[in-house]
């Protein structure tokens, strides 16, 4: 099957713009209204253990319609991915603002910590904790507005976020000191020592608490011990330093910060915690646009779209609306698209199917019929998220049609009932969750040989999710914080805790190429040409063959495994024993145009971070960019 055939006429798939420990994101358009979006995609086969991260982390984004928190548009899932349509943030990780500046002046800190505040209020407001707080989930889209993403160790304990939790994730250098000695803790503290060293990393441009080994690492995370560097206001010293108190109980809460003097000056009003842009209301235009375009009454168009299912509808009406907001024109393209997704639910319910039965329209099975039922079921998978997976769906079809054809044609009440002959997706009920953390999901979905023990299970699992799932669904106030008895000593606990918090990005260690020069294949014609400064630094060059080469000198003299991608990119990889020091990124010579200028433009470096922990790879760049003679 073609690669990403689910997407096909949906969304245009192009270039992978990142990647993670479970997932490849693409650049997208989704085609009926010509917008950019990311495709976060998952294959099932290695998510293994952290399968329940997306349940968890799709959940979250249902539940969490903020301006400063990634949109949600579409899940799709088949037998082997899963799809994740999200809003595009163009403009980067919030990391790369970082290095790009050294740090950032305290002004355009405070705009940007002060929507990290209201994501972060908001979804304390709603009852999750992120625990994964850090630059690198922080993204800005075109207009500089900041997005949250990745909500995969997100925790929403039943009773309350006043529940204790146990499980201990995240990344080393943001972890709270509890979460260090893998005590009990509240997500809403855990969250506010991340957001701590989070604007210190703002402020400074580098952590207050950083070290190459990781037992050192937590030594100085334990002590609360950091430079007050000089860089910093005595306001900004004073918020940052009631955030990063040891003792959780003396750390400042999120409702203090919404009005702290430092977060208000310049502004007259407190942080916000309310969602601004309201995603599941009903806008008579967006509506009447969709109505129109598939040809049905505004009614039956919202009552489809009302049950928010996250399916192809979904999509179309968020985006639409997002256009709206940003005083776009509303309108949908494509009418290829409408005619084939018309046909798909539409047609089902016209007298004709209903006068005509199925089975007397056809009598093999690979008959035309057949052939519109497969396209029927691939539309209605779609549209409408999944119900079974596409293989069981397409044989329970197959086997009707073929039953059918064998039967009497006047024995039509059946083939109404038939997948074949579903309801309207209009008029179809909403897909059972997948997983929903209400306070009614009595039935947790985790087997009982996973019930909560936060402190046993192999290291080696990664994040410890399934630990993690068990928080978010059964909740904290049905856990038995078992730490102290299974680990005797604070050591032990060290020991375990470090393994539990270290990523573990590489899933599935495949053959490690040896070290040493890659003959470079000829560089293909495409020079990349950008505007943009974020990610990109320019050279005193101007030959970008000769740049090209200088780097890939560079990467080999550090010892970093360097390949030829199409054009003038170069991957980079660093092979490590240690997980906290694998990394992967690429390096690409650009032409950079200098925006209202008509100088000629320059050759510049665009890097970008594939894997591995941001500090590490920011501080491996600069070397390699520093030994390069261009
Ligand atoms: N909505 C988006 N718009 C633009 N880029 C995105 C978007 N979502 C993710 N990315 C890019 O893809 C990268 C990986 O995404 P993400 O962190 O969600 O993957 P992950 O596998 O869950 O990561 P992790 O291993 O940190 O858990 C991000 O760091 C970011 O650069």
């Known amino acids: 099957m073609a690669r990403y055939s689910v997407l096909k006429g949906f969304y245009d798939v192009e270039q992978t713009i990142g990647s993670g420990g479970f997932a490849k994101v693409k650049l997208g358009t989704h085609c009926l209204t010509k917008e950019k979006v990311a495709i976060k995609i998952m294959e099932k086969s290695r998510l293994g253990d952290d399968l329940p991260r997306v349940k968890i982390e799709l959940e979250a984004l249902k539940n969490l319609p903020h301006q400063n928190i990634c949109k949600l548009y579409q899940v799709i899932e088949t037998e082997s991915h899963y799809y994740l349509i999200l809003e595009y943030c163009s403009g980067g990780e919030l990391f790369d603002h970082i290095v790009e500046r050294n740090r950032l002046e305290e002004k355009q800190a405070r705009v940007f910590f002060r929507q990290i505040v209201s994501a972060v209020a908001f979804l304390h407001d709603k009852g999750y904790a992120h625990r994964d707080l850090k630059p690198e989930n922080v993204l800005l889209d075109k207009e500089k507005n900041l997005k949250l993403i990745d909500f995969g160790l997100c925790a929403k304990p039943q009773p309350g976020l006043d529940s204790f939790l146990y499980t201990s994730c995240g990344s080393p250098t943001y972890a709270a ?30 952590l207050p608490f950083d070290d190459e080994n990781i037992d050192s690492l937590y030594r100085k995370i334990l002590s609360g011990r950091y430079e007050e560097s000089s860089c910093l206001s005595l306001e900004s010293k004073r918020l940052i330093r009631s955030m990063l108190q040891v003792d959780p109980k003396k750390r400042i809460t999120i409702d203090d910060l919404l009005s702290h003097p430092w977060l208000m000056k310049g502004f007259k009003e407190p942080v916000t915690k309310l969602c601004l842009h309201k995603v599941h209301e009903k806008d008579p235009s967006c509506l009447s646009v969709m109505a129109e375009y598939y040809r049905v009454s505004v009614d039956v168009m919202w009552s489809k779209l009302n049950s928010w299912t996250y399916d192809y509808n979904t999509a179309t009406y968020m985006l639409l609306l997002s256009k709206k907001q940003r005083g776009l024109p509303i309108k949908l393209y494509n009418f290829a698209l409408r005619d084939k997704m018309e046909s798909g639910f539409n047609k089902l319910e016209s007298p004709l199917t209903k006068k005509y039965p199925l089975s007397v329209t056809y009598n093999k099975v690979n008959s035309p019929l057949m052939t519109r039922c497969t396209e029927l079921k691939t539309t209605y998978l779609i549209l409408n998220g999944r119900e079974s997976t596409p293989d069981k769906v397409l044989n329970k ?68 999710s399934s630990r993690a799932l068990e928080e978010a669904v059964a909740g904290a106030g049905a856990e038995t914080p078992r730490c102290s008895k299974v680990l005797g000593s604070l050591e032990r606990r060290l020991t375990r805790v470090r393994h539990l918090l270290t990523p573990r990005r590489h899933r599935t260690p495949g053959a490690i190429p040896a070290p040493g020069a890659t003959p470079a294949p000829t560089p293909g014609p495409a020079l990349l040409s950008v505007k943009e400064v974020c990610n990109v630094s320019t050279t005193s060059n101007n030959n970008p063959d000769t740049v090209l080469g200088e780097l890939r000198k560079a990467l080999l003299k550090k010892g970093i495994d360097c390949k030829q991608k199409k054009g003038f990119r170069l991957r980079g990889k660093l092979h490590a024993t240690s997980d906290h020091r694998r990394l992967s990124f690429e390096l690409e010579v650009c032409l950079v145009t200098v925006p209202d200028s008509s100088a000629p433009p320059l050759v510049g470096i665009r890097r970008k971070r594939l894997k591995g922990d941001a500090w590490f790879y920011k501080r491996v760049v600069e070397e390699v960019l520093a030994l390069a003679k261009t």
């Not at 979460?179 to 400074?204: H, M, N, P, T």
């Not at 083939?415 to 997983?435: A, D, F, G, I, Y």
């Not at 019930?451 to 994040?463: R, T």
Request: charged share 20%.
């Open 397 to 464: 079809e197959l086997n009707i049609i073929q039953s059918l054809e064998t039967k009497d044609p006047k024995s039509n009440i059946e083939q109404e009932n038939s997948p074949c002959v579903r309801p309207t997706p209009m008029t179809r009920k909403p897909h059972k969750r997948l997983w929903s953390p209400g306070p009614d999901d009595t039935q947790s979905p985790v087997p009982s040989k996973l019930k909560p023990n936060s402190c046993s299970g192999d290291p080696q699992q990664g994040f410890n």
């Open 177 to 206: 000191p509890e979460l260090i000695l893998g005590q009990k803790y509240l997500g809403s503290e855990v969250d506010i020592w991340s957001l701590g060293i989070l604007l210190y990393a703002l402020l400074c441009g580098v």
